[in-house]
């Protein structure tokens, strides 16, 4: 539970320094990869508050619609949905030309779709393990990449990606969701330096 708190008090942290808009404004856009629910709805409503027109992705569409309309009741905001399995290959490349193709003034992009559970490698599938690393791992590097376009073109802006306190420290019985958080972190991290001479913020 203390993690819990720990990781939304960054969340709630990183997201203030999202640079309001008047809410008279088209406004920017964020994009929220797993936005439907938990942590990913509470940092597109977080966004929402500010006058961010948001994108939510996730694979069930149920879900994005029910959140869509809480959205845009409660903010006046825009909220477009893409029912997309992040962990597809084509994922990334489909949403960027999504975003392309319509000139999104995109200014944040949110990796929060993961896969976690509480079993773990020695008792899982081959299929789902690859699973968990292509949303966990996969779906952040292509998504950031192939949207960086977009994002440099509406510098300054920000990539947030959501790892777990899990990335640390190895975890024995949370081998693989630890081993892929880590790997969120430090690409995180890397990436924060790369791309700071363009105006892009990562965390």
Same mark, same amino acid.
């Not at 960027?96 to 509480?118: I, Q, Y």
């Given at each position: 539970m203390k993690n819990l708190f720990f990781i939304v008090a960054l969340l709630s942290m990183y997201v203030s320094h999202a640079q309001p808009v008047s809410s008279s404004s088209p406004g920017p856009y964020a994009l929220v990869a797993g936005g439907s629910k938990g942590i990913g709805y509470a940092i597109a409503e977080a966004l929402a508050r500010r006058h961010y027109n948001l994108v939510l992705i996730a694979r069930h569409a149920d879900s994005l619609l029910a959140a869509k309309a809480k959205l845009e009741s409660a903010y006046k905001i825009h909220?477009?949905?893409?029912?997309?399995?992040?962990?597809?290959?084509?994922?990334?490349?489909?949403?960027?030309?999504?975003?392309?193709? /319509?000139?999104?003034?995109?200014?944040?992009?949110?990796?929060?779709?993961?896969?976690?559970?509480? /079993?773990?490698?020695?008792?899982?599938?081959?299929?789902?393990? /690859?699973?968990?690393? /292509?949303?966990?791992v996969e779906s952040t590097m292509a998504l950031t990449l192939t949207l960086l376009p977009l994002l440099e073109k509406n510098a300054p802006s920000y990539v947030l990606n959501v790892a777990s306190m899990a990335g640390f420290a190895p975890i024995p019985v949370k081998n693989m969701y630890s081993a892929t958080k880590s790997a969120v972190i430090f690409f995180s991290y890397s990436l924060h330096y790369q791309l700071k001479e363009k105006g892009i913020s990562v965390s």
């Open positions: 909220v477009e949905i893409l029912t997309i399995d992040l962990s597809r290959e084509s994922s990334a490349t489909d949403i960027a030309k999504w975003c392309t193709d /319509r000139e999104l003034p995109l200014k944040m992009l949110c990796n929060v779709a993961g896969f976690g559970g509480a /079993r773990d490698y020695l008792s899982l599938s081959l299929d789902t393990l /690859r699973y968990m690393v /292509r949303l966990n």
